[in-house]
């Protein structure tokens, strides 16, 4: 069966720090892969999606980048955290998106990310 | 994107139905209605999803109406754990632009009292 693994669960960093959150999907090949974004008592941003290795697509501009060096390996990175960065992360996968297909995302535990 | 509206908020007591509403009035004909929900400190999970016809799962009912300008997620007997945000979501399946990406709105924060 497939997983997805998050980590860490939480972390505290200080404004200007970087960041590294990394996310893993397991018993899949080729997925479509995702990070969201949760502020505090509001909904889900989308971030980015990846479709293949090296492949990825920026929905909203921010202090964020993501990387995917592996099929099955999502990064989200920034060089220098703001304190509007702090949320909840939450990586997703999903079946190689094709014209038709109503395969679900499936969603990560989520990292809770303070800025102090 | 196409944009659905629900209420921010719904109360129901244990182990009665609920039923969540959902308009999407600019609903086109390659979009397929998506519910997902959000137990508190979790990630969401997939509920069910369907383009014109009723749709039955282990979790919920899906009724779309027939003009599918509106749908109702049903759960039929809600419990304690039923708690959660419920998010309606249109997905376009026949964009060639489309990854599969959700775009989720505010949902609707359910509570249910024992």
């Known amino acids: 069966s497939q997983t997805i693994h998050q980590w860490p669960a939480t972390l505290v960093q200080p404004v200007g720090s970087p960041l590294s959150l990394e996310c893993t999907v397991e018993g899949t090949s080729n997925p479509n892969l995702y990070w969201y974004r949760q502020a505090a008592g509001r909904g889900l941003q989308l971030l980015f999606y990846?479709?293949?290795?090296?492949?990825i697509s920026s929905e909203v501009p921010q202090n964020l980048s993501a990387s995917r060096p592996q099929d099955r390996q999502f990064i989200l990175s920034s060089k220098k955290l703001l304190l509007s960065d702090s949320g909840f992360y939450l990586c997703a996968w999903s079946v190689l998106f094709r014209t038709g297909d109503n395969s679900p995302l499936h969603f990560g535990n989520g990292t809770r990310l303070t800025v102090t | 994107d196409a944009k659905t509206t629900q209420p921010n908020s719904m109360e129901s007591n244990e182990e009665e139905p609920v039923h969540l509403p959902c308009n999407h009035s600019?609903?086109?004909?390659?979009?397929?209605i998506h519910w997902y929900r959000q137990l508190p400190s979790q990630g969401p999970e997939y509920v069910i999803h369907?383009?014109?016809s009723n749709v039955n799962n282990r979790m919920a009912s899906l009724a779309i109406a027939e003009d599918r300008k509106s749908s109702t997620l049903i759960l039929h007997r809600a419990t304690l754990r039923d708690a959660a945000v419920y998010y309606c979501i249109l997905r376009d399946v026949d964009s060639a632009s489309n990854t599969g990406k959700l775009i989720f709105g505010q949902g609707t924060t359910l509570q249910v009292k024992p």
């Open positions: 600019t609903i086109s004909g390659t979009d397929y």
């Open positions: 990846s479709v293949g290795i090296g492949q």
């Open positions: 369907g383009l014109t």
